[in-house]
């Protein structure tokens, strides 16, 4: 059974940071794409972030780039989110995708298989 539970959401004032992190089970860690997605309050979710099976390249939307990093650490089965510089329009729920056999980037959301449970991040101005 493939769990993705994310973790490290919460309530920021604008201009601070949060690191998000998505912890894997039940499926190749290792030879999957990972990403980061958030949908905020009566919007459709939105790509933010995505890296490859390796870690070697990533993908951020251009409202997040040179804000946003997203890493991830194959030992530990876990996928970071690390978001500084956080505007109030960044607040939405975050989740984290995982795209089992596949070895690049993906930013579409239909191409995902499993889905966390997302967590709340909130900007405060």
């Known amino acids: 059974q493939v769990q993705l539970v994310e973790s490290g959401g919460g309530l920021v004032q604008a201009g601070g940071s949060l690191r998000l992190s998505c912890a894997a089970s039940g499926l190749a860690f290792s030879s999957s794409a990972m990403g980061w997605f958030r949908q905020a309050p009566g919007k459709e979710r939105e790509f933010v972030a995505a890296?490859?099976?390796?870690?070697?390249?990533?993908y951020y939307a251009d409202s997040v780039k040179g804000r946003f990093t997203i890493s991830r650490d194959n030992d530990k089965k876990t996928v970071y989110l690390q978001m500084m510089s956080l505007k109030p329009e960044d607040t939405a729920v975050y989740y984290c995708g995982a795209r089992p056999g596949v070895s690049w980037i993906v930013t579409s959301e239909s191409v995902y298989d499993y889905w966390g449970q997302g967590t709340q991040v909130t900007v405060s101005s």
């Open positions: 890296i490859n099976f390796s870690g070697r390249a990533v």
